[in-house]
Nanobody, 121 residues
Framework: VQLQASGGGLVQAGGSLRLSCVAS????????MGWFRQAPGKEREFVAA????????SYADSVKGRFTISRDNSERSVYLQMNSLKPEDTAVYFC???????????????WGRGTQVTVSS
């Protein structure tokens, strides 16, 4: 499975960005898709995850109410709509996928290369 993320960029605080990630390979391998992020000098942290049906979704407390994860299985894609962005959201955002629900653990089998999000104050 390969994951290709896009949509990062530079935005002012309070602004919005939408990240996209397209998966290739066996669909069972990306039953669960999600996002992690890593800021400079910090550990990689969970952002959000969603199951195939969308029936199970999880967010990090730091993004609840501001970020929305969604997916379009016909496009083999997962999206992260980020609103009310803050400077502390600045990080490289990684798309992840796995056959099973792993929640916020870092044990996902498949990781994309990442896309940079920079929020200026």
């Amino acid at each position: 499975v390969q994951l290709q993320a896009s949509g990062g960029g530079l935005v002012q605080a309070g602004g919005s960005l939408r990240l996209s990630c397209v998966a290739s390979g066996r669909t069972t391998s990306y039953y669960v898709m999600g996002w992690f992020r890593q800021a400079p000098g910090k550990e990689r942290e969970f952002v959000a995850a969603i199951t195939w049906s969308g029936g199970r979704i999880s967010y990090a407390d730091s993004v609840k109410g501001r970020f929305t994860i969604s997916r379009d299985n016909s496009e083999r894609s997962v999206y992260l709509q980020m609103n009310s962005l803050k400077p502390e959201d600045t990080a490289v955002y990684f798309c992840v996928a796995d056959s099973y629900w792993l929640g916020s653990t870092r044990s996902y089998n498949y990781w994309g290369r990442g896309t940079q999000v920079t929020v200026s104050s």
